[in-house]
């Protein structure tokens, strides 16, 4: 199955770059396709219609490569800075101007958890926050009538719905939206009717990304946990790839792909070479790091491995 094999020459690749006023990376890739579409069997050479023929051919794999190419968008989640706040029942430190400090660090936008125990956010913090971000909310909730009638009156940018134990230290898995269908399709159903998209939290499986499908759902998050705590190379290995079997099937049935859940500073690289993933939701690590370096510097850190710069 061997086609050939295409040399590139860089510095030349560097003069025609710097000619045509473009970066070195973009013409590398012009000239690489370029040989590839030749090895395909087509030839600008043979004539005029030719020519075209391969012209077209070019810059069809270029635009799937491009669309391949977009750089994932990164939310914080505060949820922690209100942790720290509610641990000495006082007023500092303040989540609202923690979401400040992210966006001007570079964020794409912030999550917040409304908790039915409001054990960190609180009802104001998710009303200030929706009035004075310039990027974007989300508002993660469980699929009650009270938390839907907040986020229809607050209207977030999206809503991830997301299951709730009352002793759970954080979220432990994915919503069961195969099991729990016709109650999570009249969720997304009612906020819709209100004007707010709808993300559902799902492990990396096939029948709740199927379900997923069915609820009229804008959106699935994936839940990265299982990559994230997997030990040993072969168990990482599984669990990535399960997340990247969810995140094809979810684009397939024409659902957005958000992924989040126990990445860091360590594991998040990897995942952002997913090019199905188009926004990642990190928390406790970044503001873990936060403590110790400041918000800013560790979003910009994060920012740097989400979107490989």
Same mark, same amino acid.
């Given at each position: 199955?061997?086609?050939? $094999?295409?040399?590139?020459?860089? $510095?030349?690749? !560097? ?6 006023? +473009? ?9 690489? +396709? ?18 075209? *023929? ?9 635009? %799937? ?7 994932? $968008? ?11 706040? #509610?641990? %000495? ?18 964020? /794409? ?5 409304? *908790?039915?125990? *409001? ?16 990027? !974007? ?19 977030? /940018? ?9 002793? #759970? ?18 969720? +997304?159903? %009612? ?11 799902? $492990? ?5 990304? #199927? ?17 994230? #705590? ?17 995140? %094809? ?16 500073? *360590? ?43």
């Amino acid at each position: 199955g061997l086609l050939g $094999d295409v040399v590139l020459c860089v $510095d030349a690749a !560097r003069r025609e770059a710097e000619a045509g006023g +473009v970066g070195l990376h973009r013409r590398l890739l012009e000239l690489l +396709v370029h040989g590839v579409v030749h090895l395909l069997g087509e030839d600008h050479e043979a004539g005029a219609a030719e020519a075209r *023929r391969m012209e077209a051919r070019e810059r069809a794999l270029m635009d %799937r490569l491009d669309k391949e190419g977009i750089m994932a $968008d990164l939310c914080i989640n505060v949820d922690h800075v209100a942790t720290v706040r #509610e641990a %000495r029942l006082a007023a500092e430190p303040d989540p609202v101007q923690a979401a400040v400090l992210v966006e001007l660090a570079g964020a /794409d936008g912030v999550v917040v958890h409304l *908790r039915e125990d *409001r054990r960190h956010i609180k009802d104001r913090d998710v009303r200030v926050l929706r009035q004075i971000l310039k990027t !974007r909310l989300t508002l993660e909730m469980a699929a009650t009538d009270e938390m839907i009638a907040i986020a229809s009156e607050i209207r977030p /940018d999206i809503v991830t719905l997301v299951p709730e134990k009352r002793r #759970e230290l954080t979220t432990e898995g994915g919503l069961d939206v195969a099991a729990h269908e016709g109650h999570i399709r009249e969720a +997304v159903a %009612r906020l819709h009717d209100a004007g707010v998209p709808v993300s559902l939290f799902v $492990d990396p499986e096939a029948a709740q990304v #199927e379900a997923a499908g069915r609820t009229g759902a804008d959106c699935v998050e994936i839940h990265t946990g299982r990559y994230a #705590e997997a030990r040993g190379a072969e168990a990482r290995d599984r669990e990535f790839e399960a997340v990247v079997a969810a995140a %094809r099937a979810a684009r397939d049935l024409g659902l957005r792909v958000h992924a989040g859940h126990g990445l860091d500073y *360590r594991n998040t690289a990897r995942m952002a070479s997913v090019s199905e993933i188009e926004e990642f939701s990190i928390g406790h690590a970044v503001v873990a790091r936060a403590v110790l370096v400041g918000m800013e510097r560790a979003v910009r850190e994060m920012l740097a491995l989400v979107k490989g710069c």
